[in-house]
């Protein structure tokens, strides 16, 4: 079993930035791929980024492109996301989840509140 725990979210004014970490414990999550995803109220969750095993490959959502960026440790068994240029429309839970097999996310975190005043 992986538990995962988010962390960094909080209020933040629009054009800020925060840190999003998602710590893993219960296994390693090195063969893991891991993905950030957020949920706005009335709407349903969306993937904003995910990353490789390997920290290789990356994908982003349109929305997020050029502002957010997901790294990862493996070493510390942590993922984070870098928010950059914060806009309101990006208020929402922010979960991180990781997939053994690709696109099949098996693990979920508990979610991080994001929200940005305008």
């Known amino acids: 079993q992986v538990q995962l725990v988010e962390s960094g979210g909080g209020l933040v004014q629009a054009g800020g930035s925060l840190r999003l970490s998602c710590a893993a414990s219960g296994r390693t999550i090195s ?5 950030w995803f957020r ?3 009335g709407k349903e969750r969306a993937i904003v980024a995910r990353i490789s095993s390997s920290g290789g490959r990356t994908y982003y959502a349109d929305s997020v ?3 957010f960026t997901i790294s990862r440790d493996n070493a510390k068994d942590t993922v984070y996301l870098q928010m950059n240029s914060l806009k309101p429309e990006d208020t929402a839970v922010y979960y991180c989840a990781g997939a053994l ?12 509140q994001v929200t940005v005043s305008s």
């Open 101 to 112: 097999v690709p696109g099949s996310y098996e693990y979920w975190g508990q979610g991080t």
């Open 39 to 41: 949920q706005a109220p």
């Open 65 to 67: 492109k050029g502002r």
């Open 31 to 35: 063969s893991y791929a891991m993905g």
